[in-house]
């Protein structure tokens, strides 16, 4: 896989958008892949080699348009991953963590939902109207399978295109 640059430096500024500063997005541990000289802390823009180490971006990241729309809401406390793609059902989800620490929850409606661990998830939707009801579809659903009520909501949905996101400065040339 090339450099996925574009589509990290797009996370990053989607997560700094909402007041988290979350270096690492969306790979958590790359710095242990075997055969990469990195460190905890390091910068992952430093360290081009890890693209051929296994490490890949979710087709739909890869491949946003400044056309979509992304819906994003922060969120304090732990959803289990592992528990989550076992109760969304496997055919709606794809976690592979040691390729993309996040999990893409396809619900089958017009948005793909992508989770980060404890602090971030977004949709991705052809409209605005379509992102916001995909981040805030994803509470209902991991509360009806019995997970996610240590959630803790601190701030709305934020929702605009891509190309918005990008004229403010977030990347994804």
Sequence with gaps: MGHPQPAV???TSVADEVGI???EIPFAEWYLIE???A???DDIRDHPEVWNKGL???DELRNLSPEDYIAIRPFEG???LNAAAIGLGLNNVTYEPKAFSGLVYRPGSDATIIVYGGYLYLAIAESKEEAVAGVEQLPDDLERIGIGDEMVF???PVARSVEDFMR???GLE
């Design 154 to 156: 601190t701030s709305e």
């Design 168 to 170: 403010d400065g977030a």
């Design 56 to 58: 890949t971006l979710p």
């Design 9 to 11: 430096d797009f996370l």
């Design 78 to 80: 732990t959803v289990n």
């Design 35 to 37: 055969g990469v000289d």
């Design 39 to 41: 460190e905890r802390g």
């Design 21 to 23: 500063t979350a270096p």
